[in-house]
């Protein structure tokens, strides 16, 4: 959907007062300014018209003039990166609205569905034990050995999980969190057992990879969560008149016309796959999913038609921020991702939660 | 015409509606009226398609409802909620907009004047969980007004009152009630679950007694709300007194069937 399109089809009666056009467009120039500071900033700083021409003569295939060095920092390290972050950044962040929608609740977020316990388990089982299968795969696939292990077990767990709480032909949500809360202990079980067994560099490995980081981000990587995210992004942007109506209720959604068992269903398998990827490219980064949405519901209110392209935008901003940040605070070694997201993000939920309290009494 | 044909709910083991057929007319009003438990909002629930049926079926027009699709049946029927939470902080107009699953009905000007019917002028840019009970239930009923609205108004759209005037007071209570009647008026058709006899006897064009599941008498207000059938539907005998325009019922004359 164009800028256009999403500020005409939220300037509509419901939303006036609020600044939805102006906070679409100030999460517009964030997320742009942060994907050119995380092509610009880093150990070899790049000043951002460099970065443009660079990119300027990449897209339109011209004689390269800048210099060789510049070019391969912009094109072939930050660029993946970044895109990488973005993708993820927004996946996260559309994930916890629809996620929030869903269970009709500010405080949800993906992780409640088991897509990260389920990954983490995949994962660590694969650095323990993967080695074997590597050379099942295809040589351009074996780099992306672990990512691929942790989509498949994040989306098996969800889907686990969607499974247990449908009853009926119907999905008790209470049951969805109570089973997203059990299996996900289960995995962390495994996922302790794992490393148990696992060896003290595996062990690295595997806690490397849960504090996240888009540090081993390529264009291979891009390219594989790509089309997850992106349906996410879509998927979420058809939904958003019927999570508004969800809002109301599961009876009433239905009395206004809206399928909501499907739409309950299409959301978990979306966020499952969709975080599923991000998590699979990034390793686990914490708070992005459930603070995103907040940040953006406080801007341009709680409308899903608005609230789902500035998650996006801003989810973008927000974790390409936190990964130049992560790059500078301990130059020129780099910080874990999910270490900075949680540094900001926790005390921010704390608030959140303490604000809550003060206003329900 | 919106039929419950021979309609059978239950749940654990328990028969909350027992082979219930009822008919709501466009035009007229139809109040469902009974003791506690008798199943009233059990049947308005089975009625829009929230309950299931164990037996029997519900249809619109001769159709089933549970062959039209959500968003084709919202066209035609509206259920206003006895207690509605709205999950994330919208506004009242925003709560109305909520409902409208298509383009239709969005513009501010309609739900201004919505609001404004409801007796809730100025309003719109409220936040909804900063109202009073009573003035959410008034929302929620402009809400499906705008349902209805952006539905297909060639057609007799339904409204479905679950215990519309239980938050309000005296005032709104009647002004409730005079929409329903007006939108009857106007060729819809309002099915409404009441508790209290006397406003059924002032809104109503039909009355249907349910007790223990069962409908115990159907029919124009008159014929219906008489001493032996509410002795036998709410167990106490009451007396019934007539004046201009209907029949009343007043509580000093309650006195315990047995």
């Known amino acids: 959907m164009s800028m256009e399109g999403v500020a005409m089809a939220t300037a509509e009666a419901g939303t006036r ?46 004689q390269p003039a800048g210099s060789l060095r510049e070019r391969i920092v912009v094109l072939d390290v930050r660029l993946p990166r970044a895109i990488v972050g973005a993708l993820a950044g927004s996946g996260m962040a559309v994930a916890g609205a629809l996620m929030q929608g869903v269970f009709r609740n500010p405080l949800a977020d993906p992780s409640l569905v088991g ?13 323990v034990f993967g080695a074997p299968l590597l050379a099942l795969l295809p040589p351009p696939l074996q780099v992306v050995g672990l990512p ?8 098996v767990t969800t889907l686990v999980i969607a499974r247990l709480a449908e009853h009926d032909g119907r999905t008790s949500v209470a049951t969805l969190l109570f089973a997203g809360l059990a299996l996900g202990a289960l995995a962390s079980a495994g996922t302790g057992v794992m490393v148990f067994l696992a060896s003290e560099q595996q062990t690295r490995d595997f806690l490397f990879w849960t504090l996240g980081s888009l540090g081993g981000a390529t264009w291979m990587k891009a390219a594989l969560a790509a089309p997850f995210v992106l349906g996410l992004l879509a998927i979420a942007a058809g939904l958003a008149r019927g999570l508004d109506a969800l809002a109301l209720g599961e009876a009433e959604a239905f009395h206004a016309g809206v399928s909501v068992e499907r739409l309950k269903r299409t959301a978990v398998v979306a966020v499952a796959a969709g975080v599923g990827a991000a998590v699979a490219a990034t390793g686990v980064v914490g708070f992005v999913g459930l603070v995103v949405p907040h940040l953006a519901r406080l801007v341009i209110g709680p409308s899903h038609r608005a609230l789902v392209p500035a998650s996006a935008l801003l989810g973008a901003a ?11 605070i301990a130059a020129p070694a780099e910080l874990p991702l999910g270490v900075v997201t949680a540094l900001v993000g926790a005390p921010f939920f704390l608030w959140l939660l303490l604000k809550r309290r003060a206003f329900v009494g | 015409m919106y039929r419950a044909e021979n309609v059978t709910v239950t749940a654990s083991g328990r028969r909350l509606v027992d082979g219930a057929s009822i008919t709501v007319r466009p035009g007229r009003v139809t109040v469902l009226v009974g003791p506690n438990g008798a199943g009233k909002s059990t049947l308005l629930k089975a009625m829009s398609g929230e309950h299931r049926l164990a037996t029997g079926r519900v249809t619109l027009d001769g159709v089933s409802i549970h062959d039209m699709r959500p968003l084709e049946l919202a066209r035609r029927r509206a259920v206003l909620p006895q207690a509605a ?9 925003e709560v109305i907009t909520a409902g409208l699953m298509t383009g239709e009905g969005h513009d501010r000007a309609r739900i201004l004047r919505l609001l404004a019917r409801v007796d809730l002028p100025g309003f719109a840019d409220r936040r909804y969980d900063s109202l009073s009970g009573g003035e959410r239930q008034r929302v929620q009923l402009a809400r499906i007004l705008a349902q209805l609205d952006a539905g297909k108004p060639d057609v007799p759209g339904y409204l479905f009152l679950d215990e519309p005037t239980a938050s309000l007071d005296l005032a709104h209570q009647l002004t409730v009630l005079n929409i329903a009647r007006a939108h009857a008026d106007a060729g819809g058709g309002v099915l409404a679950v009441l508790h209290d006899l006397n406003l059924a006897a002032m809104v109503a064009d039909e009355i249907v007694v349910l007790a223990g599941g069962r409908v115990r008498a159907a029919g124009p207000v008159a ?7 509410l002795a036998d539907a709410f167990g106490i005998r009451l007396r019934i007194g007539v004046a201009s325009p209907g029949p009343f019922i007043l509580p000093q004359n309650v006195q315990a069937a047995q």
């Open chain 2, 223 to 229: 014929e219906v709300l008489t001493e032996p059938v």
């Open chain 1, 318 to 328: 927000v974790l390409l921020g936190a990964d130049i940040l992560a790059r500078m």
């Open chain 1, 17 to 62: 007062g609020r600044p939805v056009t102006a906070g679409l467009t100030l999460f517009a120039v964030l997320a742009v300014a942060a994907f050119v500071g995380a092509l610009a900033i880093g150990p070899f700083t790049i000043a951002p018209g460099r970065v443009f021409a660079v990119l300027w003569d990449w897209i339109t295939g011209a």
């Open chain 2, 85 to 93: 939470e709205v999950a994330f902080p919208f506004t009242a107009a």
């Open chain 1, 115 to 127: 897509v990260a316990p389920g990954a983490a388990l995949a994962a660590v089982a694969f650095v």
């Open chain 1, 148 to 155: 691929l292990a942790a989509f498949a077990g994040g989306l």
